[in-house]
């Protein structure tokens, strides 16, 4: 199985935040559970509000489920010693819907592009180290269509898989939505052709 069948991924369960010192430089680690490009961009837009004397904000992020789909940034740092360095730590802890980004402050003592690099990785670790963890279930939206009549039939067969949908919409012509689970979908889209009277399609 590759890492874009996996039916559970591992991603932030909040914000976090961390900091690292090194010769008189302060790095300010944040990180936080993104599901899209305009998040991110929400969050680096805060954290350069607040930090707004602040000459660099590195990040990186990651989303999806194909390994795929990143982005990291050094933000006028050497090329590589900054944004490299944030996005292997989320690699390293094999996260993803997540973004990491340091803010730095010069302490008047030159890092070198080694020294740099330890710096942008150790404050996104520690504020990965002040955060947590978790497994979420990777699902996928299911559209039910149905005709009203047919209504006992398709909320029977929800309650039995243990599914409740996330938006409905009856009238004479019915359909709800449901998020079902990675590893149940061909089983639920089974199940519901079998009853003649619904249809299944992925949203």
């Not at 989303?63 to 006028?76: E, K, Q």
Request: charge should be neutral; hydrophobic fraction near 40%.
């Amino acid at each position: 199985m590759n890492a874009g069948d996996k039916d559970t991924y591992l991603t932030l369960e909040g914000p976090c935040e961390g900091l690292f010192k090194a010769k008189g430089s302060k790095h300010f680690g944040y990180g936080f559970p993104v599901n899209s490009e305009a998040e991110v961009k929400g969050h680096l837009e805060a954290i350069r509000k607040s930090h707004h004397a602040a000459r660099h904000v590195a990040y990186a992020w990651m989303i999806g489920f194909t390994g795929d789909h990143f982005r990291s940034s050094d933000d006028g740092e050497p090329s590589n010693s900054a944004g490299p360095p944030i996005l292997g730590v989320i690699r390293s802890h094999e996260l993803t819907n997540v973004m990491f980004a340091v803010v730095r402050y010069f302490g008047g003592v030159k890092l070198g592009v080694g020294g740099l690099i330890e710096a942008y990785r150790e404050g996104a670790a520690d504020a990965l180290a002040h955060g947590h963890i978790v497994e979420r279930i990777r699902t996928q939206r299911v559209r039910v269509a149905f005709a009203y009549e047919h209504m006992g039939v398709v909320m029977g067969l929800l309650k039995r898989a243990g599914l409740s949908p996330t938006s409905t919409d009856f009238n004479l012509s019915c359909s709800l939505d449901v998020d079902v689970r990675l590893n149940d979908l061909d089983g639920f889209k089974h199940t519901v052709a079998q009853t003649r009277v619904a249809e299944a399609s992925d949203v």
